[in-house]
Nanobody, 121 residues
Framework: QVQLVESGGGLVQPGGSLGLSCAASGTVFSINAMAWYRQAPGKQRELVAAIPSGGRTTYADSVKGRFTISRDNAKNAVYLRMSSLKPEDTAVYYC???????????????WGQGTQVTVSS
C-alpha cells in the first residue's frame, strides 16, 4: 500500500523560512504530478504549488516569489521551500500526488496526512 509521508512544518516567526518534505512509501510504477495544498481554519483547501513530471511549475498568486516547489523522482519525493512567511500562510499543508502502481493501470490521487504550519510572533 502506498502512502504519502510528510515531514517538516511547525512554528515560525513572520519573515522566516520553513521547509516541507513528502515522500511516497511503498512500491510505485510512476508518479505524475505532485503538489502542495493548504487549508486554513474555516477556509477551503487551496492549491499552493504544483510540479508535473515534466514541464513548468505553477504557484498560487499569494505565494509566488516566496515559495519553491521541487521534486526528486529517484526518491519519489516532493519538497516545498517557504520563505518570507506571513501570518496568512498559517494552515495545514497537504502533499498530493497522482500515482500509478503498475504499468497497466491508471493514476490514482493520493494525499498526505497534513502538517501544521503556523506563522506567528
Amino acid at each position: 500500500q502506498v502512502q504519502l509521508v510528510e515531514s517538516g512544518g511547525g512554528l515560525v516567526q513572520p519573515g522566516g523560512s520553513l521547509g516541507l518534505s513528502c515522500a511516497a512509501s511503498g512500491t510505485v510504477f510512476s508518479i505524475n504530478a505532485m503538489a502542495w495544498y493548504r487549508q486554513a481554519p474555516g477556509k477551503q483547501r487551496e492549491l499552493v504549488a504544483a510540479i508535473p513530471s515534466g514541464g513548468r511549475t505553477t504557484y498560487a498568486d499569494s505565494v509566488k516569489g516566496r515559495f519553491t516547489i521541487s521534486r526528486d523522482n529517484a526518491k519519489n519525493a516532493v519538497y516545498l521551500r517557504m520563505s518570507s512567511l506571513k501570518p496568512e500562510d498559517t494552515a495545514v499543508y497537504y502533499c498530493n500526488a497522482l500515482i500509478r502502481l503498475a504499468a497497466i493501470g491508471r493514476d490514482a490521487n493520493y494525499w498526505g496526512q497534513g502538517t501544521q504550519v503556523t506563522v506567528s510572533s
